[in-house]
């Protein structure tokens, strides 16, 4: 994190935390999925430095930024993003997006359609038929809940258990963002299941669906991404053989190499 920057900036109304690596490059921003922090993606951001000026934030409810009450659907959050491009002075980013933070990025990418250079969407919540967003929102809930209520230690022990494969600062990352992460960010849960046919064919920049293995934990299923290629305008998909949910932690290597061609592809559309 050597010259990187980080502070607080008001966007929508709330002040959000982040880091920065800086320079006069294209801006790649970055935005988690529930209960992560902008942090957790310290490695990737490492690897992009060189090429790009690349933003990690905390959304709200999560890390160092405000905790507001109320407004965790997904189009807070994006209202937020664009709050935070614009305050930061970014132009034409390129978002990278996971989980919850994907499906923020879209209906950001939808609604602001002329601000991003680009995105890449990883293993999306909306999977598993496009539908039984109750379903899986009830188990979110449950995980939600057992999350908070671990200690550090037993965090620690869930995260070793759970991801073999990642990196000891992976892990502690991850600790250290459920341990931050506020309880009012269960009302992410609670909003109807968006329109995602409707949201995604409104976006008109290039796009990068980076989906895993079902089996391993990921949420889309092939025929989800048959869906989503159905009605999205310039879009394609990368499957990561041996991953689960969080992909850029499972296998790192092989969604960088992904990512950054994509971005090198896309360019400065």
Request: with cysteine; aromatic share 8%; proline share 5%.
């Amino acid at each position: 994190m050597e010259n990187w920057t980080s502070g607080n900036i008001i966007a929508n109304g709330i002040y959000l935390h982040y880091h920065r690596t800086g320079g006069d490059k294209p801006a790649v921003l970055i935005a988690h999925g529930v209960t992560d922090n902008g942090l957790t993606w310290k490695r990737i951001a490492e690897a992009l430095q060189p090429d790009y000026d690349v933003i990690l934030y905390d959304q709200r409810g999560h890390g160092l930024s405000a905790a507001p009450k109320t407004g965790y659907d997904f189009a807070d959050h994006a209202e937020d993003m664009a709050g935070l491009i614009a305050a930061l002075g970014l132009e034409r980013p390129h978002i990278i997006a996971h989980s919850g933070g994907a499906a923020a990025a879209t209906v950001f990418a939808a609604t602001y359609a002329e601000i991003p250079a680009s995105l890449v969407l990883e293993d999306p919540p909306w999977g598993r038929g496009w539908g039984g967003w109750m379903t899986t929102t009830t188990g979110l809930k449950e995980w939600f809940r057992g999350i908070k209520a671990m200690s550090r230690e037993e965090l620690t022990r869930v995260g070793q258990d759970e991801n073999p494969g990642w990196r000891e600062e992976e892990i502690t990352l991850w600790v250290e963002s459920k341990l931050q992460v506020h309880p009012q960010v269960i009302q992410t849960f609670d909003q109807p299941e968006p329109l995602w046919g409707n949201t995604l064919s409104q976006i008109t920049c290039p796009l990068l669906l980076i989906v895993g293995d079902p089996e391993q934990g990921a949420v889309m299923t092939p025929a989800d991404v048959q869906g989503m290629a159905s009605v999205w305008q310039n879009g394609r998909s990368v499957h990561i053989a041996g991953a689960g949910h969080v992909i850029h932690h499972d296998r790192f290597a092989e969604f960088m190499t992904a990512v950054q061609a994509f971005l090198t592809d896309v360019g400065g559309y």
